[in-house]
């Protein structure tokens, strides 16, 4: 099998074996058994465990990156960008509840790599969110655009961990929910002169 291959293989059977264990629970033994490769090969790849969860961590980040930048192409105004982008955040995290699950359970990972990482996955998000705003929301100062993607993360965040609780909720829901909330005062920003704009 093709090196790159084999990589690809190796995460997706560690994102499913820490998703199912939990990083700390989660053993180097049980991943090399279930990908068929020996315990050494994984380290030759990933050095250690940890750097397997990077490994892990860094796909899925890149995968959110590209659903959210592909679906806001095209859309002519802020709050169909908006609609979009969280639209493909919330699939994202039902058809990917591993990726996901990584991304969300740092608890156990602070003050370690992993958790600069998940980290770099929100900050990832908040710099897309506030270009997009900037985009569509002429004037204003940086400060407070950054602000504001900032509340929209973390409150689609928390929505992602309240659906998990309620399976029954689809994106497109989740997606209404958000907008319901967020779109009255981003609307209100944009249609505010700047000189008013704090």
């Given amino acids: 099998m093709p090196r790159a291959e084999r990589e690809q293989q190796m995460i997706a059977i560690a994102e499913a074996v820490f998703s199912e264990r939990g990083y700390l629970a989660a053993s180097m033994d049980e991943i090399a058994e279930r990908v068929g ?20 961590i860094g796909q899925s980040r890149a995968e959110l990156r590209q659903v959210t930048e592909q679906a806001v192409v095209g859309a002519s105004t802020a709050e169909e960008a908006l609609r979009r982008g969280l639209g493909a955040f919330f699939s994202f995290i039902r058809e990917r509840r591993e990726s996901w699950s990584l991304l969300r359970h740092e608890m156990a990972l602070i003050g370690t790599p992993a958790a600069d990482g998940i980290e770099e996955t929100r900050r990832q998000q908040t710099d897309l969110i506030a270009a997009l705003m900037s985009t569509y929301f002429d004037g204003g100062p940086s400060f407070a655009v950054e602000a504001t993607a900032e509340v929209v993360v973390g409150a689609c965040e928390r929505l992602a961990i309240w659906c998990e609780r309620h399976d029954e909720v689809t994106p497109e829901q989740a997606t209404e929910y958000a907008m319901d909330l967020l779109w009255g005062g981003l609307a209100r920003r944009a249609s505010a002169p700047s000189s008013e704009r704090p």
Avoid: I
């Fill in 37 to 56: 490769v020996s315990k050494p090969m994984l380290y030759e790849y990933f050095n250690s465990k940890e750097g397997l969860l990077l490994a892990c």
